[in-house]
């Protein structure tokens, strides 16, 4: 009888890259693996990694080199690359990591213990297929009380600056039922802060058979016992409509909007291949928000240094900015990635001034901030408490997304991890709030 294998993960990337983690290791485990999570102890690392940018795949190879210096010490016995960067760099790794022990792209987590085993040395999605593992068990590595709902794998957009059609394939909406029977899952295990992920949340369904939409899918979470609050991300402006904000009335839905606008200049957004809605468009629907919702927290980003972008087409970013005034707003530089439609494009922005763009947004952005911040002072505000130390506890109000947006500080520990509690703010920063717990 063979000695049983101890797995453990190092998770890099986004939260969709997180549940192929967690899926990962739960196919490991049902295989008779024993699992672990403690990378340095453990026979076999899986690192799941990602490949969206540059300045993620760096993270990536060095996370890989770390793992293989460890194996050579005799630390651990095995490194398995997996997800993103072996789906369309495999060659490559192939040739830079000959002491990488097995490789699988994505979409294919049910096949990893085919990998660990030594059966197959690479198993790589064919994308023109689109096959994708779908909705698998998990073994959550979030902290208990949250977890992320992913809806559907891929996207069909084809933004210009974007890899994910090559990386995912299409985008494909997990089945209605499916996703409810997760969902059920989750809330059985003790989650409260659920979190809808997707490419686009606000197209999920409508290519699924039976076909759904967002708003019946929210309607149908809001009715499971245990979830506290519903958090949408990734809702696309090209596809937010009427029917998108029904999906923020059901009644475990707070009212927090991710709605990328990557740009402000029609000239900028129409090379980035998301003319539509256009700005006009963009502005109508942070309108219809703040009209019909009370206090929503509206989150969005901004690529600066596009080629082509000019100091007026700055100009009109940064006055948006600043007449919009984003909740929660992220600013990223330009990457210019290998096969992507804006690769190779003429009129380079130099780096040192995309450099000084991000960081004027960024400034502006914190202004605002820190005035949203101070007027919040004396009121009470819901949070869920994600850490407790020794006198204080980490939380997170309602427009406080997990690991992206800002935290609360609370004086006090007489409450447990996943309670949501009042607290009046008696303190800020630029970007976080500090209070005590109000007691009944």
Not at 123 to 136: K, M, R, W
Not at 298 to 308: E, H, K, M
Not at 392 to 420: L, M, W
Request: proline share 4%; charged share 25%.
């Amino acid at each position: 009888m063979s000695a049983i294998l101890k797995v453990s993960i190092h998770a890099l990337g986004c939260p969709k890259a997180l549940v192929d983690a967690e899926q990962l290791l739960a196919v490991s485990s049902d295989s008779g693996c024993e699992i672990s999570l403690d990378p340095d102890d453990c026979d076999v690392l899986l690192i799941n990694t990602c490949s969206f940018v540059e300045a993620a795949r760096t993270e990536s190879y060095e996370v890989i080199e770390e793992a293989l210096q460890k194996k050579k010490s005799g630390i651990i016995k095995k490194v398995i690359v997996t997800g993103c960067l072996p789906q369309i760099l495999l060659a490559e790794l192939q040739t830079k990591y000959p002491e990488v022990d097995g490789y699988l792209g994505t979409g294919l987590n049910s096949s990893i213990y085919e990998i660990i085993s030594g059966e197959k040395k690479s198993i790589i999605n064919d994308l023109n297929s689109v096959s994708s593992n779908g909705i698998l068990p998990r073994l959550k590595i979030t902290l208990p009380h949250i977890s992320y709902l992913r809806v559907s794998e891929g996207c069909s957009h084809g933004c210009s600056f974007c890899k994910i059609p090559s990386i995912r394939g299409r985008f494909r909406s997990f089945g209605l039922d499916e996703i409810l029977s997760e969902a059920n899952a989750l809330a059985d295990s003790g989650v409260k802060e659920l979190n809808i992920i997707a490419q686009d949340t606000s197209i999920v369904g409508h290519d699924a058979n039976p076909k759904y939409d967002l708003s019946t899918l929210t309607h149908k979470l809001s009715e499971i016992d245990g979830f506290e609050w519903i958090r949408i991300l990734y809702t696309n402006p090209m596809h937010f409509a009427d029917k998108t904000l029904e999906a923020f009335g059901a009644t475990k839905v707070i009212p927090y909007f991710e709605i990328p606008i990557q740009h402000a200049s029609n000239k900028i957004l129409k090379a980035m291949n998301r003319e539509k809605p256009g700005i006009d468009g963009i502005r109508e629907i942070i309108g219809k928000i703040r009209d019909n919702f009370d206090d929503p927290t509206i989150r969005s980003t901004a690529i600066v240094g596009f080629p082509g972008e000019t100091d007026e087409d700055f100009e009109i970013l940064h006055d948006f900015i600043s007449e919009i005034e984003f909740d929660r707003f992220g600013v990223f530089k330009f990457s210019d990635e290998v096969g992507t439609k804006a690769f190779g494009l003429p009129d380079k922005v130099p780096d040192d001034v995309a450099s000084e763009r991000q960081e004027q947004l960024l400034l502006t952005q914190s202004e605002i901030s820190y005035e949203r911040n101070e007027y919040l002072v004396g009121t009470v505000q819901q949070v869920i408490v994600d850490q407790i130390y020794d006198d204080y506890a980490v939380g997170r109000t309602k427009s406080d997304a997990p690991e992206i947006d800002c935290i609360v500080k609370i004086n006090g520990t007489d409450f447990e991890v996943g309670d949501i509690v009042d607290v009046k703010i008696t303190n800020f920063d630029h970007f976080d709030l500090e209070g005590a717990v109000i007691n009944d």
